[in-house]
T-cell receptor, first 110, second 112 residues
Framework: GQSLEQPSEVTAVEGAIVQINCTYQ??????LSWYQQHDGGAPTFLSY????GLEETGRFSSFLSRSDSYGYLLLQELQMKDSASYFC???????????FGGGTRLMVKP | DVKVTQSSRYLVKRTGEKVFLECVQD?????MFWYRQDPGLGLRLIYF???????EKGDIPEGYSVSREKKERFSLILESASTNQTSMYLC???????????FGPGTRLTVL
């Protein structure tokens, strides 16, 4: 089976940098993804790491260390609109099914 | 743009009723999924399908069944709705080669 651990809540101020960690235990691993979900909305894709290292997309970056079964999402220059829940998710060996973590609720304050 | 649509945004049903939740995707994706989302529990996989007429149980299939008669459509069926099935239901799809899962807007089901 798969299990993922991430903090339940994080609070930060506008303009700051925040890191959301994710550790996983899996019977098979293909890649780590991050999704954002605003209240009342559907999850939307943010990033994917198939290999170790950092992937950068604008203000958001995601990191993976396969040897440590660990990844993180880094959000820079935080904006109020970044207040949302963030989910890490692991692909199974076949690369066609995701298992999601419990989500981290990020609150950005002025 | 990939579009995943769900038949209803809000649904209210009574205990014991049969409930159908429909999901349609327009990008010819092989894989489709049904999740339920409850506060504090994240997204839990109910069933998924990797091809027409194929289905696999997820983590919480009890009380649910699914149907995939056409590639673009994946239906979730609650044979006899119960109050503990009150939840947000999310459908999603992904291509066989892709790494991006696309979600529908969700159906908030209330069972009275």
């Amino acid at each position: 089976g798969q299990s993922l651990e991430q903090p339940s809540e994080v609070t930060a101020v506008e303009g700051a940098i925040v890191q959301i960690n994710c550790t996983y235990q899996t019977s098979g691993f293909y890649g780590l993804s991050w999704y954002q979900q605003h209240d009342g909305g559907a999850p939307t894709f943010l990033s994917y790491n198939g290999l170790d290292g950092l992937e950068e997309t604008g203000r958001f970056s995601s990191f993976l260390s396969r040897s440590d079964s660990y990844g993180y999402l880094l959000l820079q220059e935080l904006q109020m609109k970044d207040s949302a829940s963030y989910f890490c998710a692991v692909f199974n060996n076949a690369g066609n099914m995701l298992t999601f973590g419990g989500g981290t609720r990020l609150m950005v304050k002025p | 743009d990939v579009k995943v649509t769900q038949s209803s945004r809000y649904l209210v049903k009574r205990t014991g009723e049969k409930v159908f939740l429909e999901c349609v995707q327009d990008m010819d994706h092989e894989n489709m999924f049904w999740y339920r989302q409850d506060p504090g529990l994240g997204l839990r996989l109910i069933y998924f399908s990797y091809d027409v007429k194929m289905k696999e149980k997820g983590d919480i299939p009890e009380g649910y069944s699914v149907s995939r008669e056409k590639k673009e459509r994946f239906s979730l069926i609650l044979e006899s709705a119960s109050t503990n099935q009150t939840s947000m239901y999310l459908c999603a799809s992904i291509s066989g080669e892709g790494n991006t899962q696309y979600f529908g807007p969700g159906t908030r089901l209330t069972v009275l």
